[in-house]
């Protein structure tokens, strides 16, 4: 499967026509193939990557349709819904719903430097040590990498990802847009 760019977002979904968030719900699985994790992401050799959602979940079913029966780099991909930080555990990409704003402060303190991948779609997410962040522009879902961030997580981020992103945030490196 190719990483969706630039994808229009539809207020009214025509027929056929994708909604928001099954479109987020691919790029979160697609992002799944451009990251590397280090093994102590992982209970074992076996274990499966984890998608979690925390908070209230704007996906309901579509995004456990778009993971059935994958698998990346021989492991199974699976969703988990947290309604507590306190519950996250064995999760490698984690999207925080908007319902979180008010605790995302906290959220990022209990995360840091845990090998999880933080994703939403709160406004201005990677300014405030998110990892990647859903925008959109020009009426299409975009998506923007906080570097800095993802090296905390100690995750590694592929270039060709970095490539597609809307804009990259780095002490090391300037933003593109």
């Avoid at 009214?12 to 093994?39: C, D, H, M, V």
């Avoid at 579509?62 to 994958?70: D, K, R």
């Avoid at 995360?111 to 959109?136: E, Y």
């Avoid at 905390?152 to 992103?165: D, E, M, P, T």
């Amino acid at each position: 499967m190719t990483l969706l760019t630039g994808v229009e977002c539809f207020s009214q979904p025509r027929p056929g026509a994708y909604t928001e968030y099954q479109l987020k719900a691919a790029f979160l699985y697609n992002f799944t193939q451009f990251i590397e994790w280090p093994s102590n992401a992982f209970t074992s050799a076996d274990a499966p990557l984890v998608i979690g959602v925390l908070g209230d979940d704007p996906f309901g079913a579509v995004l456990n349709q778009t993971v059935e029966g994958e698998t990346i780099r021989g492991r199974l991909v699976s969703i988990r819904r947290f309604r507590r930080v306190e519950d996250v555990g064995g999760c490698q990409l984690l999207f925080i719903s908007r319902s979180e704003k008010g605790q995302l402060p906290r959220i990022q303190s209990a995360l840091q430097s845990k090998p999880v991948v933080t994703v939403s779609d709160m406004d201005q997410f990677v300014r405030h040590d998110g990892v990647i962040g859903f925008v959109l522009h020009e009426n299409k879902i975009r998506f923007e990498i906080n570097l800095d961030s993802a090296n905390r997580a100690g995750v590694k981020i592929s270039s060709k990802l970095i490539k597609l992103a809307f804009s990259v945030h780095s002490d090391t490196r300037k933003e593109r847009d």
